[in-house]
């Protein structure tokens, strides 16, 4: 499969907080969950384009199984405690990934990240966070 999925801005949208921020954590978990059932998308009609047509339902279930492996690698339900003091990067983190909503799933192989993303990476290398 051709389609490269950022795996550096999924990490970096995958930071968030510990309960001290429930609203920011809510906003992130909501668009964390979006993104990741676009992603599905995404691979589905990628799949389709490669094989000319219908993704056989054995193969879709396939493709489903790694979309949420993806997820579950860069979007983890337990937050790391090492993040709970970090409501700016949530929110960042945030942005960005309702920014990779918007983006058409043709565009993601050639996409320049948005610069979201690219704060958020910069925040949390900043401090230490992140290498």
Not at 36 to 47: A, R
Not at 66 to 93: G, L, N, T
Not at 115 to 127: D, G, I, L, T
């Amino acid at each position: 499969m051709k389609m490269k999925v950022l795996p550096a801005t999924l990490v970096f949208a995958s930071l968030a907080l510990s309960a001290s921020a429930h609203a920011d954590v809510a906003d992130y978990m909501k668009a964390a969950g979006a993104f990741c059932d676009k992603l599905k998308v995404c691979i589905s009609q990628e799949m389709e384009k490669e094989m000319g047509g219908e993704v056989p339902p054995q193969m879709r279930g396939m493709v489903e199984g790694m979309a949420d492996q993806m997820c579950q690698q860069y979007v983890p339900e337990m937050f790391e405690e090492k993040f709970a003091a970090h409501e700016d990067i949530v929110e960042k983190s945030t942005e960005c990934l309702n920014e990779m909503l918007d983006v058409d799933c043709s565009d993601f192989e050639d996409l320049n990240e948005p610069a979201s993303c690219k704060e958020a990476e910069s925040m949390a290398k900043a401090r230490g966070l992140i290498e």
